[in-house]
C-alpha cells in the first residue's frame, strides 16, 4: 500500500498521479535516511518530491499561463515549470526544490543534490512497468554511489528519449555534457 502525501490545494491531480508521487516521495525519504541528510536537505527533497507533479493534469492553458519565461514549447513539459511557478506565487524560495521542480522532466545541469535526487526518484520510483530490475538495482545504488547512479540514469533517459524519436532539449544535452565524465 502506497504512503498518502499532502499536496498543495490548487494540485490537479488524477488518482494515478497522486499515487506516483506518493511512491516518489517515499523513495525520496528512503534515500534521504540512508544518507543521513540533514533535516533541511531532506525536507527539500521531500518537498520537491511532493510537488514535482502536483499540476500534472492541469489544463494546458493554465500550465501555459503559469510556466512563465520557460523556453520550451512542448505542453508536455509544462507541469514542472507551472507548479514552480505557482510556488513563487505562494512564497516559496528554496532554489533547489525551485529548480528541482521547474526541470525534473527534461533535467538541468545547474541542478543541486535536490534536482537531480528528484530527477532519479522520479525514473526508478516502483511502480513504473518497464526495466524493473534495472531500475530497482539503480535506485538501491543511490545512497552509496549518488553520483554515478545519476550518471545512468541521465544517460538511460537520453537513449530512451532518442530510441523514441522524442525531441532532445538543450538541456537535457547540457545536463549530459555535464555528467558524462
Not at 488524477?14 to 499515487?19: C, E, Q
Not at 535536490?114 to 520510483?125: I, N, R, S, V, Y
Request: no cysteine; net charge neutral.
Amino acid at each position: 500500500m502506497t504512503q498518502t502525501v499532502e499536496l498543495p490545494p490548487w494540485a490537479i491531480v488524477s488518482d494515478k498521479r497522486r499515487a506516483h508521487i506518493a511512491r516518489v516521495t517515499a523513495l525520496i525519504d528512503e534515500w534521504a535516511a540512508a544518507m543521513r541528510l540533514d533535516p533541511a536537505e531532506r525536507q527539500e527533497w521531500r518537498d520537491a518530491a511532493r510537488w514535482h507533479d502536483a499540476l500534472r493534469d492541469a489544463p494546458e492553458a493554465l500550465l501555459r499561463e503559469l510556466a512563465t519565461g520557460f523556453p520550451v514549447a512542448d505542453a508536455n513539459v509544462l507541469h514542472g515549470p507551472a507548479v514552480e511557478g505557482r510556488l513563487r506565487r505562494d512564497g516559496e524560495h528554496r532554489a533547489g526544490v525551485l529548480d528541482a521542480v521547474r526541470w525534473h522532466t527534461i533535467g538541468h545541469k545547474g541542478w543541486t543534490r535536490t534536482g537531480k535526487a528528484l530527477f532519479m526518484a522520479d525514473f526508478l520510483e516502483p511502480g513504473r512497468s518497464f526495466m524493473r530490475a534495472e531500475r530497482g538495482y539503480l535506485a538501491h545504488q543511490v545512497p552509496h554511489d549518488f553520483d554515478g547512479t545519476f550518471r545512468e540514469v541521465v544517460r538511460i533517459r537520453l537513449e530512451w528519449t532518442l530510441r523514441d524519436g522524442k525531441p532532445l532539449f538543450l538541456e537535457t544535452v547540457d545536463l549530459w555534457n555535464s555528467v558524462r565524465g
